[in-house]
Each structure stands twice: as C-alpha cells, then as structure tokens.
C-alpha cells in the first residue's frame, strides 16, 4: 500500500541537521508528501507536508525535487527529543487514508 | 486542553468479553479516525467518520463496530475479544477528509 521508501535507520549527532530521504517514484501530479514522526509509545504527530515547492515551518524543513520522485526532511538543529520513527506518505489531496510504511528510525546522538 | 484523547489509556481483558474504547476531539474537526498498531508497528487505518458518516471501513472483522454519537465523539466497540487483537488503538482527527490528521495517545489492549 504505501508508495514510499525510505531508510530504516538512520543517526544523527544532537545539534547538527538531520536530512531524511524519501523516495516516491510513482507520485501522481496531485499528491501531496506529508511527514509524520512517531515518539516511542505516542500517537503519530504531523510535521509537515507540500506538493510542489519547498515548505518551512517551526519544526522542519520539507524539500522536494524538481521532478517530485523524492524528497528530504530536514530537522535543521537536531536534538535528543527528535528521536522517533519518521514517516513519508503520498496521498491526494482528498484522500482518506493515511499509508503509514516502516518510516526511517532517528535516532539522534549526544 | 488535550487536542484528542482517548480512554482508557490501558485496557487489559480476557478472551470473549466485549469492550470499548472511546474517543473525544476539541478541535471542532469533521472526520474522525481509528488505526491499529500491531506489534510488529505496522500502523494501519480501520475506520473513518466524516461528519458521524462511515467512509472508510477496512477489511476489518465485524466484531469492531464504531459508533459517532456525534462529530466530536468516535468509539470503538469490540465485541468477543481475541488473543490477536492486543495492540495499541490510535483515534485521529482532521478538519475535513483530506486534511492532516492529529493523533490521540493511543489505547494499549492486551487479551489473555
């Protein structure tokens, strides 16, 4: 079901940036990328989400590329807290359902 | 004031007994959620509400009945529990369908 890969695992050192990749080949014109993090235990926590251009936010930064079969997440200052497991999901802009896939677990390190 | 919550928090039950979970939003959203996270932590969609409307209803056994007294309110009743429904139940929230969607804490039931 889900329409993206992504790394199952990544580190980043606390203070420094976290870029996460997402692949989404298939994207159709109308789909949206969103972001979800997942803390150990919590509910799923929306970050940020974009269709063409770059967004920005309090939280992250979304960058996708001109062609939209990938993008990049990026937590610019990394900390402690940041460590979760970060979903990339394609969906319309109507759609219901959320894919949820296995995300990239950050793990961020002092 | 929590966005979406849910009780109870843990809910711990033997085979074949019949519960409920329920859900609350103060956001003032039209569509109501309910995913399950397996223990593997596939997360996945079971139910959508728009508006106290069924939308989405996921190959789900008919032993899992939501029920929306109202588009702030999203239960989930649970009839002849089994040993393979222990996980974690996730209750979400969006404005309108194709919204982004915010999370409850999540009901951890376990049956023994």
């Known amino acids: 079901d889900a329409k993206t890969t992504q790394p199952p695992s990544m580190d980043c050192a606390e203070g420094r940036a976290a870029n996460l990749p997402c692949n989404h080949s298939?994207?159709?014109?109308?789909?949206?990328v969103y972001w979800y993090r997942q803390i150990h235990s919590q509910g799923p926590q929306y970050i940020i989400h974009?269709?063409?251009n770059n967004e920005t936010n309090e939280m992250a930064s979304l960058i996708i590329t001109e062609d939209r079969k990938s993008s990049t997440l990026i937590l610019p200052h990394a900390t402690l807290r940041d460590t979760a497991v970060y979903y990339c999901?394609?969906?319309?802009?109507?759609?219901?359902?959320?894919?949820f896939g296995t995300g990239t677990s950050l793990t961020v390190i002092p | 004031d929590t966005a979406v919550s849910q009780t109870p928090k843990y809910l711990v039950t033997q085979m074949g007994n019949d519960k409920s979970i329920k859900c609350e939003q103060n956001?003032?959203?039209?569509?109501m959620y309910w995913y399950k996270q397996d223990s593997k932590k596939f997360l996945k969609i079971m139910f959508s509400?728009?508006?106290?409307?069924?939308?989405i209803n996921e190959t789900v056994p008919n032993r899992f009945s939501p029920k929306s007294p109202d588009k702030a309110h999203l239960n989930l009743h649970i009839n002849s529990l089994e040993l393979g429904d222990s996980a974690v139940y996730f209750c979400?929230?969006?404005?309108?369908?194709?919204?982004?969607?915010?999370f409850g804490p999540g009901t951890r039931l376990t049956v023994t």
């Open positions: 979400a929230s969006s404005q309108d369908r194709g919204g982004e969607q915010y």
């Open positions: 298939t994207i159709s014109g109308n789909e949206y």
């Open positions: 974009g269709l063409k």
């Open positions: 999901i394609v969906r319309e802009p109507t759609g219901n359902q959320f894919y």
């Open positions: 956001l003032g959203h039209d569509t």
């Open positions: 509400y728009n508006n106290k409307e069924l939308i």
